[in-house]
Protein backbone atom coordinates (compact mmCIF):
# COMPACT_ATOMS: atom_id res chain seq x y z
CA UNK A 1 0.00 0.00 0.00
CA UNK A 2 2.93 2.24 0.88
CA UNK A 3 4.31 1.42 -2.08
CA UNK A 4 1.02 2.60 -4.72
CA UNK A 5 1.14 5.53 -2.20
CA UNK A 6 4.64 6.68 -3.22
CA UNK A 7 4.13 5.63 -6.87
CA UNK A 8 1.06 7.63 -7.14
CA UNK A 9 2.48 10.64 -5.57
CA UNK A 10 5.88 10.58 -7.74
CA UNK A 11 3.40 10.10 -10.57
CA UNK A 12 1.78 13.14 -9.76
CA UNK A 13 4.28 15.27 -9.49
CA UNK A 14 6.02 14.33 -12.77
CA UNK A 15 2.69 15.10 -14.19
CA UNK A 16 2.57 18.37 -12.98
CA UNK A 17 5.73 19.33 -13.37
CA UNK A 18 5.71 18.84 -17.16
CA UNK A 19 2.36 20.82 -16.89
CA UNK A 20 4.23 23.38 -15.44
CA UNK A 21 6.86 23.41 -17.86
CA UNK A 22 4.68 23.14 -20.89
CA UNK A 23 2.98 26.42 -19.44
CA UNK A 24 5.41 28.07 -18.72
CA UNK A 25 6.88 28.31 -21.98
CA UNK A 26 4.12 30.48 -23.12
CA UNK A 27 6.12 33.21 -21.54
CA UNK A 28 8.21 32.58 -24.38
CA UNK A 29 5.08 33.96 -26.98
CA UNK A 30 5.05 37.10 -25.33
CA UNK A 31 8.32 38.81 -25.99
CA UNK A 32 10.68 39.54 -28.51
CA UNK A 33 12.85 36.92 -28.95
CA UNK A 34 15.21 37.98 -27.15
CA UNK A 35 16.74 36.30 -23.59
CA UNK A 36 16.89 39.55 -21.99
CA UNK A 37 13.41 40.24 -22.42
CA UNK A 38 12.17 37.31 -21.15
CA UNK A 39 10.89 38.09 -17.35
CA UNK A 40 7.17 37.03 -17.42
CA UNK A 41 6.57 33.10 -17.21
CA UNK A 42 3.12 32.32 -17.03
CA UNK A 43 3.62 29.07 -14.86
CA UNK A 44 3.79 31.44 -11.57
CA UNK A 45 0.24 31.52 -10.78
CA UNK A 46 -0.63 27.89 -12.24
CA UNK A 47 2.18 26.66 -9.51
CA UNK A 48 0.20 28.94 -6.94
CA UNK A 49 -3.13 27.49 -7.77
CA UNK A 50 -2.23 24.05 -7.74
CA UNK A 51 -0.28 24.17 -4.08
CA UNK A 52 -3.68 25.93 -2.97
CA UNK A 53 -5.92 23.31 -4.55
CA UNK A 54 -4.35 20.01 -4.57
CA UNK A 55 -1.80 20.12 -1.13
CA UNK A 56 1.42 21.97 -0.73
CA UNK A 57 3.48 18.08 -1.04
CA UNK A 58 3.07 18.82 -5.11
CA UNK A 59 6.27 21.50 -4.60
CA UNK A 60 8.90 19.29 -6.40
CA UNK A 61 7.01 19.56 -9.47
CA UNK A 62 7.24 23.20 -9.17
CA UNK A 63 10.82 22.96 -8.89
CA UNK A 64 11.31 20.07 -11.55
CA UNK A 65 8.86 22.12 -13.89
CA UNK A 66 11.16 25.37 -13.46
CA UNK A 67 14.81 22.88 -14.08
CA UNK A 68 13.16 21.82 -17.28
CA UNK A 69 11.19 25.24 -19.07
CA UNK A 70 15.13 26.32 -18.67
CA UNK A 71 16.60 23.35 -20.43
CA UNK A 72 14.26 24.17 -22.93
CA UNK A 73 14.62 27.67 -23.48
CA UNK A 74 18.55 27.08 -23.91
CA UNK A 75 17.96 24.39 -26.35
CA UNK A 76 15.95 26.85 -28.28
CA UNK A 77 18.45 29.95 -28.31
CA UNK A 78 16.38 31.86 -25.78
CA UNK A 79 18.69 31.12 -22.83
CA UNK A 80 22.45 30.21 -22.75
CA UNK A 81 23.31 28.00 -20.01
CA UNK A 82 26.90 27.01 -20.46
CA UNK A 83 28.79 28.14 -17.43
CA UNK A 84 29.02 27.20 -13.84
CA UNK A 85 27.07 30.39 -13.00
CA UNK A 86 24.36 29.91 -15.53
CA UNK A 87 23.99 26.72 -13.85
CA UNK A 88 23.52 28.63 -10.62
CA UNK A 89 21.37 31.07 -12.05
CA UNK A 90 18.68 28.22 -13.16
CA UNK A 91 18.67 26.51 -9.88
CA UNK A 92 18.29 29.88 -8.02
CA UNK A 93 15.36 30.55 -10.53
CA UNK A 94 13.27 27.49 -9.89
CA UNK A 95 13.98 27.38 -5.80
CA UNK A 96 12.07 31.09 -5.76
CA UNK A 97 9.26 29.79 -8.14
CA UNK A 98 9.03 26.55 -5.79
CA UNK A 99 8.85 29.21 -2.73
CA UNK A 100 7.02 31.65 -4.39
CA UNK A 101 4.14 28.97 -5.13
CA UNK A 102 4.48 27.60 -1.43
CA UNK A 103 4.55 30.86 -0.27
CA UNK A 104 1.63 32.01 -1.87
CA UNK A 105 -0.92 29.26 -1.05
CA UNK A 106 -0.05 29.31 2.36
CA UNK A 107 -0.97 32.95 2.74
CA UNK A 108 -4.10 32.70 0.43
CA UNK A 109 -5.36 29.81 2.91
CA UNK A 110 -4.41 31.70 5.97
CA UNK A 111 -6.23 34.36 4.71
CA UNK A 112 -9.10 32.52 3.42
CA UNK A 113 -9.05 29.15 5.00
CA UNK A 114 -9.68 26.21 2.55
CA UNK A 115 -12.22 25.71 0.36
CA UNK A 116 -11.88 29.57 -0.05
CA UNK A 117 -14.52 31.43 2.29
CA UNK A 118 -14.76 35.21 0.90
CA UNK A 119 -16.37 37.14 3.61
CA UNK A 120 -17.38 40.02 1.10
CA UNK A 121 -16.00 42.71 -1.49
CA UNK A 122 -13.28 43.72 1.06
CA UNK A 123 -12.43 40.74 1.88
CA UNK A 124 -12.03 39.50 -1.42
CA UNK A 125 -10.01 43.38 -2.03
CA UNK A 126 -7.73 42.31 0.67
CA UNK A 127 -6.64 39.26 -1.23
CA UNK A 128 -6.53 40.06 -4.39
CA UNK A 129 -4.85 43.49 -3.65
CA UNK A 130 -2.74 42.78 -0.68
CA UNK A 131 -2.44 38.95 -0.23
CA UNK A 132 -1.71 38.27 -3.80
CA UNK A 133 0.54 40.97 -4.31
CA UNK A 134 3.01 40.33 -1.42
CA UNK A 135 2.85 36.35 -2.16
CA UNK A 136 4.43 37.42 -6.17
CA UNK A 137 6.96 39.64 -4.56
CA UNK A 138 9.60 36.65 -4.56
CA UNK A 139 10.48 35.52 -7.93
CA UNK A 140 10.75 38.98 -9.53
CA UNK A 141 13.28 40.20 -6.62
CA UNK A 142 15.08 37.48 -7.16
CA UNK A 143 15.28 37.55 -10.88
CA UNK A 144 16.08 40.78 -11.15
CA UNK A 145 18.77 40.73 -8.33
CA UNK A 146 20.47 38.26 -10.59
CA UNK A 147 19.94 40.48 -13.79
CA UNK A 148 21.92 43.08 -11.69
CA UNK A 149 24.76 40.56 -10.81
CA UNK A 150 25.12 39.08 -13.98
CA UNK A 151 24.59 42.85 -15.89
CA UNK A 152 22.14 41.21 -17.97
CA UNK A 153 19.66 44.20 -18.00
CA UNK A 154 21.13 48.17 -17.50
CA UNK A 155 20.99 49.67 -14.25
CA UNK A 156 17.72 52.16 -15.49
CA UNK A 157 15.75 49.49 -16.53
CA UNK A 158 16.01 47.29 -13.73
CA UNK A 159 13.06 48.92 -11.85
CA UNK A 160 10.77 48.61 -14.92
CA UNK A 161 11.79 44.89 -15.59
CA UNK A 162 10.57 44.42 -11.57
CA UNK A 163 7.46 45.87 -12.13
CA UNK A 164 6.52 44.09 -15.32
CA UNK A 165 7.34 41.09 -13.95
CA UNK A 166 5.72 41.58 -10.63
CA UNK A 167 2.75 42.50 -12.07
CA UNK A 168 2.40 39.48 -14.65
CA UNK A 169 2.47 37.32 -11.55
CA UNK A 170 -0.40 39.21 -9.72
CA UNK A 171 -1.97 39.01 -12.72
CA UNK A 172 -1.30 35.00 -13.23
CA UNK A 173 -1.89 34.31 -9.53
CA UNK A 174 -5.09 35.61 -9.47
CA UNK A 175 -6.74 34.09 -12.87
CA UNK A 176 -5.00 30.83 -11.58
CA UNK A 177 -6.27 30.71 -8.25
CA UNK A 178 -9.81 31.87 -9.43
CA UNK A 179 -9.84 29.29 -12.32
CA UNK A 180 -8.56 26.32 -9.95
CA UNK A 181 -11.52 27.22 -7.64
CA UNK A 182 -14.00 27.62 -10.16
CA UNK A 183 -12.83 24.49 -12.34
CA UNK A 184 -15.10 21.29 -13.20
CA UNK A 185 -12.76 19.49 -11.68
CA UNK A 186 -13.99 20.17 -8.27
CA UNK A 187 -15.66 16.79 -6.21
CA UNK A 188 -17.03 19.12 -3.76
CA UNK A 189 -17.61 23.23 -3.67
CA UNK A 190 -13.59 24.72 -3.40
CA UNK A 191 -15.02 27.97 -2.91
CA UNK A 192 -17.40 29.82 -0.97
CA UNK A 193 -19.08 33.80 -1.02
CA UNK A 194 -20.67 34.63 2.25
CA UNK A 195 -21.84 31.25 3.01
CA UNK A 196 -22.75 29.88 -0.60
CA UNK A 197 -20.83 27.91 -2.59
CA UNK A 198 -19.36 29.39 -5.53
CA UNK A 199 -21.03 27.94 -9.15
CA UNK A 200 -18.18 25.97 -10.58
CA UNK A 201 -17.35 26.18 -14.62
CA UNK A 202 -18.06 23.82 -16.86
CA UNK A 203 -15.75 22.56 -19.60
CA UNK A 204 -17.11 24.74 -22.35
CA UNK A 205 -17.06 28.32 -19.89
CA UNK A 206 -13.46 26.90 -18.91
CA UNK A 207 -12.68 26.55 -22.00
CA UNK A 208 -13.72 30.13 -23.33
CA UNK A 209 -12.03 31.61 -20.43
CA UNK A 210 -8.82 30.58 -21.22
CA UNK A 211 -8.60 31.31 -24.97
CA UNK A 212 -10.19 34.10 -24.61
CA UNK A 213 -7.33 35.13 -22.17
CA UNK A 214 -4.77 33.01 -24.60
CA UNK A 215 -5.74 35.33 -27.52
CA UNK A 216 -5.57 38.47 -25.62
CA UNK A 217 -2.05 37.75 -24.51
CA UNK A 218 -0.67 36.51 -27.95
CA UNK A 219 -2.47 39.53 -29.68
CA UNK A 220 -0.89 42.19 -27.31
CA UNK A 221 2.21 40.22 -28.03
CA UNK A 222 2.80 40.66 -31.49
CA UNK A 223 1.09 44.37 -31.30
CA UNK A 224 4.07 45.13 -29.07
CA UNK A 225 6.66 43.44 -31.45
CA UNK A 226 5.10 45.29 -34.56
CA UNK A 227 5.49 48.67 -32.26
CA UNK A 228 8.83 48.00 -31.52
CA UNK A 229 9.83 46.76 -35.07
CA UNK A 230 7.72 49.96 -36.34
CA UNK A 231 10.21 52.11 -34.28
CA UNK A 232 13.92 50.65 -35.67
CA UNK A 233 12.65 51.38 -39.00
CA UNK A 234 12.35 54.96 -38.18
CA UNK A 235 15.24 54.77 -36.02
CA UNK A 236 17.58 53.50 -39.27
CA UNK A 237 15.71 55.63 -41.44
CA UNK A 238 16.49 59.03 -39.83
CA UNK A 239 20.31 57.51 -39.27
CA UNK A 240 21.05 56.64 -43.30
Known amino acids: MLWRVTTLRILQILAF ?6 LSMTGVFLVAVNADNIVMLRGAGIATGVLLLFG ?11 LASRGLLDLMGYWDVAAATDLIEVFVFASAMTAQALVGAWLIRRACGFPLRLRGWRHLTFVMFLVVPAASLIVASFG ?3 FA ?3 TVAVSELVSHWCVWWIGDIISVN ?15 AGYWRGTA ?9 LYVVMSVAVTFVA ?10 ANQ ?5 LVH
Do not use: D
Not at 233 to 237: H, L, R
Open 17 to 22: AAAFCA
Open 56 to 66: RHLWPGVFLGA
Open 144 to 146: VAL
Open 149 to 151: QTH
Open 175 to 189: LAVATAVLGPWNAKP
Open 198 to 206: LPQFNLHAL
Open 220 to 229: WAYVARLGTQ
Open 233 to 237: VQFET
